[in-house]
């Protein structure tokens, strides 16, 4: 199989099919036997999705009219980022991505022409796209005025930059079964080279990414991949034994399994939305050898699952625009419509009121969200501080928000994230 095809039909998926790039990779990547080819294919996807933007504003300028044709399309985009941004020789490139059009042969002189012709003109092509605002950071213009309007023009292209990198691999020790040094020492036995995280007790850096099975004691549970910025949650919950834990919004499981490793002598209960979803929890659980009561229930009706019993801590990790997880999933630039937010914040607000209830007098509720945008996080706290003359915040240090606190894409090595601490008065 060609890799360069197997490439392109899977960003038809996601270009054409509005399929996350994740799926459409699980998709693809088992009928490739050779690892080599799983990850050029992985590799060339990810690529094209991170700078989709940039590369259909260079393949406008080599063609006549657009090309309508879904494969031959993305088919277009795998050769320009193979010639754009990949170590690959370039007549490689440029003949095997025309050996991809395969049956579609009055597409071969075209694509052809397209790579032969970025290959003469790629100075002036690059530079025309450096004057292109869209091209230039890569990210759709919707979403460039956003992040502008929230965070100032130098800021954004902090940001936009630090979307466009490849995001390290982080792990987070499980404290329950293993200490960090002696987990840096396993990984130094087997030649993975990382690093402690400062700041962030149970995280690891790793040099590069490796697959998860080649972790010591992945299985066993010592260990689970989580971005540091994520890590962050538990230690926000201010958690003690004997305390009644919410996790509301936790599929996955992330951070309950995070929670549950700090402090393992909690009741602690996790609701998610989402059965699928749901069924992660149980496995993610199972391997970490935790447990917490599971509910598939809506956050924001606790009357149709909610015993009435109070909490004394409270995550509401909000479901969100997810825009600060841009460098892990480059598809979400091109799958996420400006529509899309729109009803998002009634939705997160709507959950956070519905936490509030469920909280006891003199409890702590965290609000978490992965995005940068002010109007899924620090206005939310606002507004709710404004309406709750109950919720006392609790204010982080220092930090570019108003309320909570901002981690941006650009400040620390972590995800874009933001959290918020809302003391319950008596
Ligand atoms: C950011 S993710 C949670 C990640 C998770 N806390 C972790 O650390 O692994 C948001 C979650 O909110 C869930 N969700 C969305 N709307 C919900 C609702 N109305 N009630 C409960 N869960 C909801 C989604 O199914 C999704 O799993």
């Given at each position: 199989m060609n890799t360069r095809l197997v490439a392109a039909r899977?960003?038809?998926?996601?270009?054409?099919?509005?399929?996350?790039?994740?799926?459409?990779?699980?998709?693809?990547?088992?009928?490739?036997?050779?690892?080599?080819?799983?990850?050029?294919?992985?590799?060339?996807?990810?690529?094209?999705?991170?700078?989709?933007?940039?590369?259909?504003?260079?393949?406008?300028?080599?063609?006549?009219?657009?090309?309508?044709?879904?494969?031959?399309?993305?088919?277009?985009?795998?050769?320009?980022?193979?010639?754009?941004?990949?170590?690959?020789?370039?007549?490689?490139?440029?003949?095997?991505?025309?050996?991809?059009?395969?049956?579609?042969?009055?597409?071969?002189?075209?694509?052809?022409?397209?790579?032969?012709?970025?290959?003469?003109?790629?100075?002036?092509?690059?530079?025309?796209?450096?004057?292109?605002?869209?091209?230039?950071?890569?990210?759709p213009k919707w979403l460039i005025s956003r992040v502008e309007n929230d965070w100032g023009n130098e800021k954004a292209a902090q940001i936009f930059q630090a979307n466009n990198q490849f995001p390290p691999m982080m792990l987070r020790i499980n404290r329950l079964q293993t200490i960090r040094e002696n987990y840096l020492q396993q990984l130094a036995a087997l030649e993975i080279e990382a690093e402690a995280v400062e700041n962030c007790p149970a995280a690891i850096r790793l040099v590069k990414p490796v697959a998860v099975t080649a972790l010591p004691n992945f299985e066993s549970g010592a260990v689970s991949v989580q971005d540091t910025s994520a890590q962050f949650a538990a230690g926000l919950l201010e958690l003690k034994a004997g305390q009644r834990i919410l996790d509301l919004c936790a599929a996955p499981a992330g951070k309950t399994a995070h929670i549950l490793e700090s402090q393992p002598n909690l009741e602690c209960v996790a609701v998610d939305i989402d059965a699928t979803r749901m069924q992660r929890v149980e496995t993610n659980l199972k391997r970490l050898n935790l447990s917490a009561t599971l509910i598939v229930g809506d956050a924001t009706q606790p009357e149709s699952w909610w015993n009435g019993k109070l909490f004394d801590r409270i995550l509401v990790d909000a479901p969100c625009s997810a825009l600060g997880v841009i460098r892990r999933h480059p598809d979400i630039k091109i799958l996420r419509r400006a529509e899309d937010l729109v009803a998002l914040p009634a939705l997160q607000y709507a959950i956070l009121n519905a936490a509030w209830s469920m909280l006891a007098e003199g409890g702590l509720l965290v609000y978490a969200t992965c995005s940068i945008l002010k109007a899924e996080n620090e206005d939310q706290i606002a507004h709710f501080l404004t309406e709750n003359a109950n919720a006392q915040e609790i204010s982080f240090d220092s930090n570019p928000a108003k309320h909570g606190w901002q981690i941006l894409t650009s400040d620390q090595n972590g995800d874009g994230f933001y959290y918020a601490r809302l003391y319950k008065l008596a």
């Amino acid at each position: 199989m060609n890799t360069r095809l197997v490439a392109a039909r899977t960003l038809v998926r996601v270009l054409d099919g509005g399929q996350s790039l994740t799926a459409a990779l699980e998709h693809a990547l088992p009928a490739l036997e050779n690892p080599q080819d799983k990850a050029f294919v992985q590799a060339v996807c990810y690529g094209v999705c991170r700078y989709y933007h940039r590369l259909q504003f260079i393949l406008m300028q080599l063609v006549d009219k657009p090309i309508k044709d879904a494969e031959i399309y993305a088919l277009a985009l795998v050769g320009l980022y193979q010639l754009a941004f990949m170590r690959v020789k370039t007549h490689a490139a440029v003949s095997e991505t025309v050996l991809a059009t395969r049956k579609k042969s009055w597409a071969k002189p075209l694509i052809n022409a397209v790579l032969r012709r970025y290959l003469r003109e790629q100075e002036n092509l690059e530079s025309q796209a450096n004057s292109s605002p869209v091209a230039l950071h890569s990210h759709p213009k919707w979403l460039i005025s956003r992040v502008e309007n929230d965070w100032g023009n130098e800021k954004a292209a902090q940001i936009f930059q630090a979307n466009n990198q490849f995001p390290p691999m982080m792990l987070r020790i499980n404290r329950l079964q293993t200490i960090r040094e002696n987990y840096l020492q396993q990984l130094a036995a087997l030649e993975i080279e990382a690093e402690a995280v400062e700041n962030c007790p149970a995280a690891i850096r790793l040099v590069k990414p490796v697959a998860v099975t080649a972790l010591p004691n992945f299985e066993s549970g010592a260990v689970s991949v989580q971005d540091t910025s994520a890590q962050f949650a538990a230690g926000l919950l201010e958690l003690k034994a004997g305390q009644r834990i919410l996790d509301l919004c936790a599929a996955p499981a992330g951070k309950t399994a995070h929670i549950l490793e700090s402090q393992p002598n909690l009741e602690c209960v996790a609701v998610d939305i989402d059965a699928t979803r749901m069924q992660r929890v149980e496995t993610n659980l199972k391997r970490l050898n935790l447990s917490a009561t599971l509910i598939v229930g809506d956050a924001t009706q606790p009357e149709s699952w909610w015993n009435g019993k109070l909490f004394d801590r409270i995550l509401v990790d909000a479901p969100c625009s997810a825009l600060g997880v841009i460098r892990r999933h480059p598809d979400i630039k091109i799958l996420r419509r400006a529509e899309d937010l729109v009803a998002l914040p009634a939705l997160q607000y709507a959950i956070l009121n519905a936490a509030w209830s469920m909280l006891a007098e003199g409890g702590l509720l965290v609000y978490a969200t992965c995005s940068i945008l002010k109007a899924e996080n620090e206005d939310q706290i606002a507004h709710f501080l404004t309406e709750n003359a109950n919720a006392q915040e609790i204010s982080f240090d220092s930090n570019p928000a108003k309320h909570g606190w901002q981690i941006l894409t650009s400040d620390q090595n972590g995800d874009g994230f933001y959290y918020a601490r809302l003391y319950k008065l008596a």
